[in-house]
């Protein structure tokens, strides 16, 4: 059993930056595959940014790409998404979760709102 806590949101203007934390408990963090998800109000959750466990191959929704950044501290058990140049149009929720082996487990969610 993982628990994943999520936090860093909060509201922002556009063109500015945010970083989102995941903090992991009650695993072996380095062996999960961490992925990045956010949901829209009205919309279906939406992958951001993937991050496997055995190397540090990305592949970011067009919608971040060139913007968001992911990373994992291994040693702090932390997922960490660096969100810079921010659109209206990323205003969700935005959650991290971990897959290993046919279980995937998520966080509770941190509200971003990016508005003027």
């Known amino acids: 059993q993982v628990q994943l806590v999520e936090s860093g949101g909060g509201m922002v203007q556009p063109g500015g930056s945010l970083r989102l934390s995941c903090a992991a408990a009650?695993?072996?963090?380095?062996?999960?595959?961490m992925r990045w998800y956010r949901q829209a109000p009205g919309k279906e959750r939406e992958l951001v940014a993937p991050?496997?466990?055995?190397?540090?191959?990305?592949n970011y929704a067009a919608s971040v790409k060139g913007r968001f950044t992911i990373s994992r501290d291994n040693a702090k058990n932390v997922l960490y998404l660096q969100m810079n140049s921010l659109k209206p149009e990323d205003t969700a929720v935005y959650y991290c979760s971990a897959y290993r082996g046919g279980l995937n487990y998520w966080g509770q969610g941190t509200q971003v709102t990016v508005s003027s």
């Open positions: 009650g695993g072996t963090f380095s062996s999960f595959h």
């Open positions: 991050m496997s466990s055995f190397n540090d191959n990305t």
